[in-house]
């Protein structure tokens, strides 16, 4: 049972516009979420976080939203650029140490 | 400050043999994780250590053994190596956040990675 989800494996967009990258969770008991950035051959590094007591944090370009009746939150990167192209994965965290994290959407922005 | 290292960074085994994967972390994090990632399964968690001496099983725990006998150190083991062990291997550590109090942690640095290959 996949508790958290990315239904969308791949994205294109071209530079300069938005890229919206979401994910969908089963349990209600997830309070803190995070969005972490791949890029082949390297480990994932941390880009946003987001509590459940916000509904939108903002760093940058990056922005989360967080729609909890929707168990829905929402990565928005925006210009987007070339070097954005990389896989990013959604991670949730029900007041535990632990993680569990998407199955990663590849995106690619087109220059 | 090196973040978070991982040894080896590649290596092929046969079934049956075993090995040992070490992580390594300079930023005194209380929390260290082994996760590992396959095709369209995103990562899951093996194992996780909560501070220098303490182990627990995470999703997939079955074929791995942890230790953490140091603090900066987290080792994870496999006894017998099989072909579904094939999978790049992450570890990761982590602060818990400030006055968090109920268990959340801050984020997880990530090391770069051991691909394992097994035949």
């Known amino acids: 049972d996949q508790q958290v989800k990315q239904n969308s494996p791949s994205l294109s967009v071209q530079e300069g516009r938005i890229s919206i990258l979401n994910c969908d969770y089963t349990?209600?008991?997830?309070?803190?979420f995070l969005w972490y950035k791949k890029y082949p051959a390297e480990g994932p590094t941390f880009l946003i976080s987001?509590?459940?007591?916000?509904d939108k944090n903002e760093d940058g370009r990056f922005t989360v939203f967080l729609n909890k009746s929707a168990k829905h939150l929402s990565l928005h990167i925006v210009p987007s650029q070339p070097g954005d192209s990389a896989v990013y994965f959604c991670?949730?965290?029900?007041?535990?140490?632990?993680?569990?994290f998407g199955t990663g959407t590849r995106l690619k922005v087109l220059a | 400050n090196a973040g978070v290292t991982q040894t080896p960074k590649f290596r092929v085994l046969k079934t049956g043999q075993s090995m040992t994967l070490l992580c390594a972390q300079d930023?005194?994090?209380?929390?260290m994780y082994w996760y590992r990632q396959d095709p369209g399964m995103g990562l899951r968690l093996i194992h996780y250590?909560?501070?220098?001496?303490?182990?627990a099983k995470g999703e997939v725990p079955d074929g791995y053994n942890v230790s953490r006998l140091k603090k900066q150190n987290f080792l994870l083991g496999l006894e017998s190596a099989a072909p579904s062990q094939t999978s790049v291997y992450f570890c990761?550590?982590?602060?818990?956040?400030?006055?968090?109090?109920?268990?959340?942690?801050?984020?997880?640095?990530f090391g770069p990675g051991t691909r394992l290959t097994v035949l």
């Open positions: 930023m005194n994090h209380e929390y």
């Open positions: 987001i509590s459940s007591i916000k």
């Open positions: 991670a949730a965290s029900a007041k535990t140490y632990k993680y569990i």
């Open positions: 990761a550590s982590s602060y818990p956040l400030p006055g968090a109090g109920q268990g959340s942690t801050d984020t997880q640095y």
């Open positions: 349990n209600s008991m997830f309070d803190y």
């Open positions: 250590s909560v501070g220098e001496g303490t182990t």
